[in-house]
């Protein structure tokens, strides 16, 4: 469209700065989700800190673990909290939701119901394996 109005050499030149713009503010984000997998404790050490393009993540999803009454000392734990790139967040996020075969077909979300901390904890140990975000 800016072509059509600002002609060929100016519209194309607005297009290649607004990219700029996007890649500039996306580019941690970009970034952050091609890391290689990393050891649980770094994970753990980096949720101390604000990053931007990572985002801290429950290991033991928060909401569930709560209702359930679990402890927020417990859910808030150190060793449960991961710092993680935002998109990979994302992935796991919607992994919990859909329905798995792994969980005889229940989403990870509904199998965990009723479970234990320790169970919770591999699962969700299970889920950024998976991803590419906890090394093997």
Same mark, same amino acid.
């Given at each position: 469209?800016?072509?059509?109005?600002?002609?060929?050499?100016?519209?194309?030149?607005?297009?290649?700065?607004?990219?700029?713009?996007?890649?500039?503010?996306?580019?941690?984000?970009?970034?952050?989700?091609?890391?290689?997998?990393?050891?649980?404790?770094?994970?753990?050490?980096?949720?101390?800190?604000?990053? /931007?393009?990572?985002?801290? %993540? %429950?290991?033991?999803?928060?909401?569930?673990? /709560?209702?359930?009454?679990?402890?927020?000392?417990?859910?808030?734990?150190?060793?449960?909290?991961?710092?993680?790139?935002?998109?990979? %967040?994302?992935?796991?996020?919607?992994?919990?939701?859909?329905?798995?075969?792994?969980?005889?077909?229940?989403?990870?979300?509904?199998?965990?119901?009723?479970?234990?901390?320790?169970?919770?904890?591999?699962?969700?140990?299970?889920?950024?394996?998976?991803?590419?975000?906890?090394?093997?």
């Amino acid at each position: 469209m800016r072509e059509t109005v600002a002609g060929p050499i100016v519209g194309t030149f607005l297009n290649v700065l607004e990219a700029a713009v996007w890649i500039r503010k996306f580019y941690p984000y970009i970034q952050s989700y091609l890391d290689p997998p990393k050891t649980l404790e770094t994970l753990q050490r980096s949720a101390l800190s604000y990053r /931007r393009g990572y985002q801290v %993540h %429950h290991i033991v999803e928060q909401t569930a673990a /709560r209702r359930e009454g679990f402890p927020r000392a417990l859910i808030d734990g150190r060793a449960n909290l991961v710092s993680i790139p935002t998109f990979r %967040h994302w992935d796991v996020t919607r992994w919990y939701m859909v329905s798995n075969a792994e969980f005889g077909g229940l989403s990870p979300r509904e199998y965990l119901k009723g479970k234990d901390w320790n169970e919770r904890y591999r699962v969700g140990l299970f889920a950024l394996n998976i991803f590419g975000i906890l090394e093997p």
